[in-house]
């Protein structure tokens, strides 16, 4: 029976992990001397990406190749499973692209594998200035059950993330439909009024994605969409932890107001992250990373989605909480995990799939990074 023995990141005791057939067997503490050993730790789970190392998944004719190019980047990057996200398009394209998809994972197994689930991001978002994003206000209709009702029937059994803006016409009833058909749904790209925030919450909307994102430079400050989210309790926040998207200062008060076990990191990732700085697309839109890893589109001021690495968001919020890493793990690995309804703690019965890590003395930079899934090194 294969085992290894490392550090564990919650508590940096000794363990001797071994597992059979795929399935982790046993988790023990052992006297090794803690020091000499990697770490041990879940894979990074990404609910939010939309695009990475080059590849644009807002393409029509995206190859099993490219796919697993960018899942591999991924991998390497700490993320064992993501949800590929769709973003706003003419919603026939959209639906297209979802099915090609599917049919894309369906080719080999490591895409089946890793690709948990799909998040759509729009088209039912805000048109307003500033909240629409880099998302384009004129193809996006309001959300009707027959949309809904496609889309889970074009996803099958798949996972799926419902990113809307509970504003437009029909989305508390498009909210209950889609919760009663299985999916979850994130309010975002949104300037709700309070009111209708709690009135999605009632209808089953559970998240907020990416929170201090999606709104316009400046904001009212008596009422705005990041008061009022905070001041509705009970909806799990997503933030994108690259200390570009959100503020160092607000990213620190976000986790002192929040229940940590509320927060959990995307990437929202587009083919320029995991990639040399130049010039992507993410659909039809152009977009530039420089090489202060900020996405834009040429001569706009707006981010249009992130240059983050999974694995870089868990050290940057660290760095910016004042945190060990191992601190901010979990917010990368088992929240958005239990956020999407899938299986990632390290015990007795589950896959054995888990990172090991080597990091310099001086943390927290990293020295070098395996993956494993189902007990075999994928990265
Ligand atoms: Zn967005």
Redesign the pocket.
């Known amino acids: 029976m294969p085992s290894l023995r490392a550090r564990l990141y919650t508590t940096g005791h000794p363990v001797e992990l071994s597992w059979n057939h795929g399935l982790i067997t046993g988790l023990a503490s052992t006297s090794n001397p803690a020091s000499t050993l990697p770490w041990l730790a879940p894979p990074l789970v990404d609910l939010q990406v939309n695009g990475f190392a080059g590849i644009d998944f807002q393409q029509d004719d995206l190859t099993a190749p490219a796919l697993l190019q960018a899942t591999r980047a991924l991998h390497q990057a700490g993320c064992g499973r993501y949800f590929l996200t769709l973003i706003t398009d003419e919603w026939p394209r959209l639906i297209r692209r979802l099915q090609q998809l599917r049919q894309l994972r369906l080719q080999l197994p490591e895409l089946s594998a890793a690709i948990a689930g799909w998040h759509l991001?729009g088209p039912f978002l805000s048109t307003e200035p500033g909240y629409c994003?880099a998302h384009n206000p004129a193809l996006m209709p309001e959300p009707t059950a027959d949309h809904i009702r496609e889309l889970r029937a074009v996803a099958g059994t798949d996972c799926l993330l419902l990113t809307l803006a509970p504003e437009r016409k029909g989305a508390i009833a498009a909210i209950q439909l889609a919760v009663e058909l299985g999916c979850r749904v994130s309010l975002?790209?949104t300037n709700a009024t309070a009111k209708l925030l709690e009135q999605a919450r009632q209808a089953g909307a559970s998240g907020f994605?990416?929170l201090g994102?999606?709104c316009p430079q400046l904001l009212d400050r008596h009422d705005n969409i990041l008061w009022r989210v905070l001041d509705l309790p009970r909806l799990q926040v997503s933030l994108i932890p690259d200390a570009i998207h959100v503020a160092p200062p607000l990213f620190r008060l976000l986790h002192r107001v929040l229940d940590p076990a509320r927060i959990h990191y995307v990437s929202?990732a587009t083919a320029a992250a995991g990639a040399p700085p130049g010039l992507y697309t993410i659909g039809r839109l152009p977009i530039q990373a420089g090489a202060d890893q900020i996405v834009r589109q040429p001569g706009k001021t707006h981010f249009a989605g992130s240059a983050l690495r999974p694995i870089d968001g868990v050290f940057r919020a660290a760095q910016m909480l004042g945190l060990s890493w191992r601190d901010t793990w979990d917010a990368f690995s088992l929240r958005p995990a239990r956020y999407a309804g899938l299986n990632a703690e390290l015990r007795p019965g589950a896959p054995a799939d888990f990172c090991l890590l080597e990091l310099e003395e001086s943390e927290p930079a990293l020295r070098h990074l395996q993956l494993f899934r189902a007990g075999q090194q994928i990265a």
């Open positions: 991001e994003g975002g790209h994605t990416h994102n999606a929202d």
